[in-house]
């Protein structure tokens, strides 16, 4: 099993729209979870931390459900720009430097 | 944004060229990182510097080979690379802090090309 699953997609939406991306990992004593978004052929750039109680940056909101091991991505209003690929990230328990990357989920939102 | 920079952005090279990738981050933080980046792949981590010792080294064949002068510059100095080697590296720095593992910030990537 991989230690942070997400599916690829491609996830391609209006604009406008309401899009869920889930990611699972797995490993239970993770401690530090991230959204990152990475544009083509550009570098991954912190979209959002992810907190126990979930948190919300606009149109976006994340959550963390450690019973089952997963964390969300919310995006409401697609717009445009928010055309990317979605990175999971999580802490790795190895080491206080290691983070785990997904293989992300590809998002097009079109007009 | 330049909080960390990577030079050059874009490399071709032989597979009997030595070459050196440089990153400078200018956000006093005190860990930097190595990554690659291949097609259709996760991020893996190289190497991982912190105050200026190497404390993560993953399996990385000896082709690649890191040095770290000071807190704020990174180098990567290839040699006799092969062609599965091209992918994009990233570099990336952090400042972590007792027990939590901080968000790391990347530079541009330089895309490299072995022929």
């Known amino acids: 099993r991989k230690e942070v699953e997400q599916d690829p997609g491609p996830f391609n939406v209006p604009e406008g729209a309401t899009v869920a991306f889930n990611c699972t990992y797995s490993?239970?004593?993770?401690?530090?979870f991230f959204w990152y978004r990475q544009d083509c052929r550009k570098e991954p750039k912190l979209l959002m931390s992810v907190y126990s109680s979930g948190n919300e940056d606009g149109r976006f909101t994340a959550q963390l459900n450690r019973a089952s091991q997963y964390i969300s991505l919310l995006i409401r209003d697609s717009k445009l720009s928010d055309s990317a690929t979605y990175l999971c990230?999580?802490?790795?328990?190895?080491?206080?430097?290691?983070?785990?990357f997904g293989s992300g989920t590809r998002l097009l939102v079109r007009p | 944004e330049t909080g960390v920079t990577q030079t050059p952005r874009h490399l071709v090279m032989g597979m009997t060229n030595k070459k050196s990738l440089k990153c400078e981050q200018h956000l006093g933080h005190n860990a930097m990182y190595w990554y690659k980046q291949s097609a259709k792949k996760p991020l893996e981590l190289m190497f991982v510097?912190?105050?200026?010792?190497?404390?993560e080294n993953n399996s990385v064949p000896s082709r690649f080979s890191p040095e770290c002068p000071n807190s704020s510059h990174l180098f990567l100095h290839l040699h006799t690379l092969q062609p599965e080697d091209s992918a994009l590296y990233l570099c990336?720095?952090?400042?972590?802090?007792?027990?939590?593992?901080?968000?790391?910030?990347f530079g541009p990537g330089t895309r490299l090309t072995v022929l």
């Open positions: 510097y912190s105050l200026e010792e190497r404390v």
């Open positions: 990336a720095s952090s400042h972590p802090t007792s027990g939590r593992t901080d968000t790391q910030y």
């Open positions: 490993n239970s004593a993770s401690q530090s």
């Open positions: 990230v999580v802490n790795s328990q190895d080491s206080s430097y290691k983070l785990i």
